[in-house]
Every structure is written in C-alpha cells, then in structure tokens.
C-alpha cells in the first residue's frame, strides 16, 4: 500500500487552543497546576532512585502516618528538592542525615531545603514524616484517595486508588509520571486478623505486640507512584503458576473469605488474558514481581502486579456488554482491561498525562485482540466497532501539557478504533502484531511521549503516519468520504481533515473489495452499479452526494 503524503502543518497546544476548524478548548490553570504538571528545577535537578513507603493505617480512625525515604541521584548542583503531598495530609519534618531540614511550603509542592552538598553522581536520601486523615474517596476510582469500607461480616475493607488525582494523595512522593523509582519496599502496620497486600513480592509478615501486624512488599521492577496500592481486608489467598514466555509466573488471588469459591472459578479468566496478552504484547512485564488480582471495594484500577478488583464477580461491565454485541459478555472487563494495563500504562508509561491516550487507547483496544485471540477476527471487529457509539468527539485525545491535565474521555473508544483502524492500513496482521511487542521492548519499562510512540509506529510500519495521528488524536474530526456516482463514474474526496491527510480507505464497488486513495481533492473512477460501500472497519464518516 503507497505510503502517506508527509504531513507538514504543525499544530500548537500552548495555549490549549486548537485550529484548523479543531475544537476551541480554553482552560484557565493554576500555579497549583503548574507545579504539579510540570518538571520543575526543584524536581529537574535529581532522578529517583528507590522509595521505602512506611506507613500505618487505624481504619477505626480513618487515619494514616509515616514517612516515605526518599533514595536519589544527583544530576546536577542544587539544594532545593520538591515533593508532593497533598491535603489534609500534612508533612511533619524531614530529615537527612539525622539533621532536621527546613521546608517551604507551596499548596500541595513542600520545597525541602538540605544542607549538605549534593555532589554529582551520588547517591542521597531523605526521610519525609507525614501524617493525618487522607482524603476519603467518594466514587473510587474516578475519585482517588482512601476506601474505607466494610465487608459483609463488619470487617474492614480498605483500599487506595489515585491515578489522574495524584499517588501524593495519600503518601508523599514526587509526583510526576516522568520519573519512575527504579525499586521500592512497601511496608504497612495495620491491626491484626486483617491482611495488607501492595505490589510486588511479600518479604515478611510480623506480628507486633501491640496487636498489629506489618507486612512488607517489594517490588523490583521500575513503578510508576499511582500503580503502587495499599488493600487491607479479611483475605483468603489461592494461587497458580502460568507458564508463560519467560518462564513460570506466579499468579496470586487476593479475595474476601466469602467469595473463595466463585473467585476460583471465575478468576481463570486471568490465565486467558495473560495467553492473548502475552501472543499480542510479547512477555508480561513484571515477571519478577509476580501477578496478582486483588478484591477491593470499588470497580478496579491497574495497580502495577496489584491489579485490583471489583467488578462483583460478573461478566462484562458489571454485567453490560460495552459493545452492545453480546461479545463483550464473554469476558470479565476488569480482569482483562485492568491486567492489559500492565502493558500500557505500567510497562509504557506517559511522560505526561496529557498523553494518558498512550495508556487508555492501547489498553481499550487491548479487550478486542482478547476477543480477536479467543474468538476470532470477525468477532474482535464487531467488539471494537461496537464501542463507537461511546465516542463523544468532545475534545482530542492529547490534553495540554505540563499541567497535569489528561485530554478527553474518548481515548478509550476512539483511540481503540484508530488503533483498529491503523490495523487495517498496516495489511499484515502479524506485522501488526510484531509492532506492539516491538513497542512494549523498545520502551520496556520507560516513560514516553506521544512523538516516540508515533515515530516508532510510522517507521516500523513504513507509513508516514504523521498527518493520520494529527488527525484522530489532535482533532475531534472524523474523516468524511464524500462520493457521488455520476455517469458511471465514483467521485471521491476527503472531508473534515487536517492538512494533506490523504489515508487510503478500503471500499467495495464493481463487485469487489479495492482500495482508493483520496485526498481533498476530488477523484474519479470508473463505476458499473450504484452499489457502494466502505469497509467498516475504518473509523470514518460516509457522506453520499445526491447532488
């Protein structure tokens, strides 16, 4: 298939004010925003390194306190350091080297002041003191913070979720996606008869005297600070090994003692996911770490190896087929849209969360290859298709950068059908599929951008794919293919696109299924009947001239 016309405009996001008959979005932000959103001289200066989050929780008292040590190395000259800590939690004192530091206080920044040179290349720590009542999630997980619930037998059932509100929502980090700590401990003193389970591996498990317990969880892998959890509850743990491409991977389940039963049978839809994943993605990320699917008491979020859970032991979406086909039935939502995120979010991770597309759009488009892996193409396709009546076109995926402002909602559903889409342009479903596991080795374990992303695609597919990301991530446009049959003759064009967008679209007239190529300009070619039709597997709009 011919490549694309290189695509030359340049869309400006500063000002967060689009062009080019985009949609207008004017958004006033805040100082606030900007030291949240931004790579500040304060974080710029100093790359994580290792975290030891330490905390006890009261559930009675709704109640949090303890210190995160914070492990960097020094890039280059300076003294002042920022972390992220947001109310009503307060940050108490910090501490290097046994010396109390002075801080500045900014909102939500603290600007820590050391006192000692921090010379390049070493490495440094500072233990920050924090405590209070976080903030209490109203509608987890779209609304972060704490989940403090009970289970059905009055036990305490506690959870964290924080993406988009920020990890520094409840423990005091740098909070920034850019930076990923390289290795962390997790370690949770919570009241006895009751179990914590955090990301990574559990390296022990003590019973203190004053009826707590603290349990410590290590995770080896690099971790993004909205993926790392605290769940406390009434667990009962059952657990299988997968044999997966890099070997065994042990897979734990987390879940109250009164759902044992159905959770064993319907968590085997785990096993399945990480089959299709593992074909489509290449090997789970985070062998080292383990898998697990925790029960907590809202829907579920992507906790890196912590997935957690909470879709009521149903089919679907809480037992509806997002799609509307009936295929979205065949599996539970949660468990494979969660766990895809493993790939997309915590393996690939967006340096900025005005790319969240990168994590939402990949993993929405994840629930069809599981469809496509375990009941084939034309089901997958259905699925995907499905979804578009979900699709607002309110305003483009990409969100304003440095601001810590995610674009819109549509990054699910259409960024999973221009992902379909761009399958069908790509022609070679293996090709296709070895450009996914290439993006998940390429930026294993990285943050990444929306260009590195873009570039990679366009230049393993061999497709300038320039002109088609402006379009379905940078706009609310949907490209309309306006025709008319005149004379025996299809005139064709393009409509509602950006500069020198010209994506070649597959059609079926004459009795067969063709390409065509059109552009803005009208194209002619010769027709033999009336019947015309464009394959719905690309994400566009059809217009007929009647006229």
């Given at each position: 298939?011919?490549?694309?016309?290189?695509?030359?405009?340049?869309?400006?996001?500063?000002?967060?004010?689009?062009?080019?008959?985009?949609?207008?979005?004017?958004?006033?932000?805040?100082?606030?925003?900007?030291?949240?959103?931004?790579?500040?001289?304060?974080?710029?200066?100093?790359?994580?390194?290792?975290?030891?989050?330490?905390?006890?929780?009261?559930?009675?008292?709704?109640?949090?306190?303890?210190?995160?040590?914070?492990?960097?190395?020094?890039?280059?000259?300076?003294?002042?350091?920022?972390?992220?800590?947001?109310?009503?939690?307060?940050?108490?004192?910090?501490?290097?080297?046994?010396?109390?530091?002075?801080?500045?206080?900014?909102?939500?920044?603290?600007?820590?002041?050391?006192?000692?040179?921090?010379?390049?290349?070493?490495?440094?720590?500072?233990?920050?003191?924090?405590?209070?009542?976080?903030?209490?999630?109203?509608?987890?997980?779209?609304?972060?913070?704490?989940?403090?619930?009970?289970?059905?037998?009055?036990?305490?059932?506690?959870?964290?979720?924080?993406?988009?509100?920020?990890?520094?929502?409840?423990?005091?980090?740098?909070?920034?996606?850019?930076?990923?700590?390289?290795?962390?401990?997790?370690?949770?003193?919570?009241?006895?008869?009751?179990?914590?389970?955090?990301?990574?591996?559990?390296?022990?498990?003590?019973?203190?005297?004053?009826?707590?317990?603290?349990?410590?969880?290590?995770?080896?892998?690099?971790?993004?600070?909205?993926?790392?959890?605290?769940?406390?509850?009434?667990?009962?743990?059952?657990?299988?090994?997968?044999?997966?491409?890099?070997?065994?991977?042990?897979?734990?389940?987390?879940?109250?003692?009164?759902?044992?039963?159905?959770?064993?049978?319907?968590?085997?839809?785990?096993?399945?996911?990480?089959?299709?994943?593992?074909?489509?993605?290449?090997?789970?990320?985070?062998?080292?770490?383990?898998?697990?699917?925790?029960?907590?008491?809202?829907?579920?979020?992507?906790?890196?190896?912590?997935?957690?859970?909470?879709?009521?032991?149903?089919?679907?979406?809480?037992?509806?087929?997002?799609?509307?086909?009936?295929?979205?039935?065949?599996?539970?939502?949660?468990?494979?849209?969660?766990?895809?995120?493993?790939?997309?979010?915590?393996?690939?991770?967006?340096?900025?969360?005005?790319?969240?597309?990168?994590?939402?759009?990949?993993?929405?488009?994840?629930?069809?290859?599981?469809?496509?892996?375990?009941?084939?193409?034309?089901a997958s396709a259905d699925y995907v298709i499905g979804t578009r009546k979900r699709i607002l076109n309110d305003k483009p995926l990409i969100g304003p950068y440095n601001v810590n402002k995610e674009g819109s909602s549509d990054m699910y559903y259409k960024g999973a059908n221009m992902l379909h889409t761009l399958r069908q342009l790509i022609e070679d479903d293996e090709k296709w599929r070895q450009i996914l596991r290439g993006l998940n080795d390429?930026?294993y374990h990285k943050t990444v951008t929306t260009k590195q992303i873009e570039d990679y695609i366009s230049l393993q597919s061999g497709i300038d794919l320039n002109a088609f990301f402006n379009q379905y991530l940078r706009t609310t446009l949907i490209p309309t293919l306006e025709y008319k049959i005149e004379d025996n003759k299809l005139n064709y064009r393009w409509t509602d696109i950006v500069a020198d967008f010209d994506m070649p679209v597959q059609?079926?007239?004459?009795?067969?299924?063709?390409?065509?190529?059109?552009?803005?300009?009208?194209?002619?070619?010769?027709?033999?009947?009336?019947?015309?039709?464009?394959?719905?597997?690309?994400?566009?709009?059809?217009?007929?001239?009647?006229?």
């Open positions: 298939m011919k490549s694309f016309v290189i695509f030359a405009a340049i869309i400006l996001f500063k000002t967060s004010i689009f062009s080019q008959g985009l949609l207008e979005e004017k958004t006033t932000f805040t100082h606030q925003d900007t030291l949240r959103g931004t790579i500040t001289p304060e974080r710029a200066w100093w790359d994580l390194t290792y975290y030891h989050l330490d905390i006890q929780v009261y559930p009675d008292e709704k109640y949090i306190s303890g210190k995160t040590a914070v492990y960097y190395k020094v890039l280059s000259a300076s003294k002042e350091l920022q972390i992220d800590l947001q109310a009503p939690l307060k940050i108490t004192s910090a501490v290097q080297n046994g010396k109390e530091l002075k801080i500045r206080h900014d909102g939500y920044a603290h600007f820590i002041t050391l006192l000692e040179n921090q010379e390049i290349g070493n490495v440094y720590s500072v233990d920050v003191y924090y405590e209070g009542n976080p903030k209490e999630a109203v509608r987890a997980p779209w609304d972060g913070g704490f989940s403090w619930k009970k289970d059905d037998n009055g036990n305490h059932f506690v959870a964290t979720s924080c993406q988009g509100l920020g990890a520094s929502i409840w423990w005091p980090n740098k909070d920034h996606m850019y930076d990923e700590v390289d290795s962390m401990l997790i370690s949770v003193t919570n009241p006895k008869g009751l179990s914590n389970i955090s990301n990574g591996r559990l390296r022990s498990k003590i019973e203190n005297k004053d009826n707590t317990v603290t349990s410590h969880w290590f995770v080896n892998n690099p971790i993004n600070n909205y993926g790392v959890n605290v769940n406390i509850a009434d667990y009962v743990h059952f657990s299988e090994v997968y044999n997966g491409e890099k070997g065994p991977l042990d897979m734990d389940y987390y879940v109250l003692h009164d759902n044992l039963e159905k959770a064993k049978t319907h968590f085997k839809d785990a096993p399945r996911m990480m089959d299709a994943f593992e074909h489509w993605f290449g090997p789970y990320p985070f062998y080292e770490d383990g898998f697990k699917l925790v029960e907590v008491p809202y829907l579920g979020m992507e906790h890196q190896s912590s997935v957690t859970y909470g879709n009521q032991y149903k089919m679907g979406y809480l037992g509806n087929d997002l799609s509307g086909t009936g295929w979205g039935l065949k599996f539970d939502f949660i468990i494979i849209h969660e766990a895809g995120h493993e790939w997309f979010a915590n393996n690939i991770t967006n340096k900025d969360i005005a790319d969240m597309w990168i994590h939402e759009g990949f993993t929405a488009y994840s629930e069809n290859l599981f469809v496509d892996y375990f009941y084939g193409k034309e390429t930026f059609v079926t007239f004459n009795n067969k299924a063709q390409w065509i190529f059109p552009n803005s300009e009208w194209k002619t070619t010769p027709i033999s009947s009336e019947s015309f039709e464009v394959d719905s597997d690309f994400y566009v709009n059809v217009k007929k001239i009647t006229h």
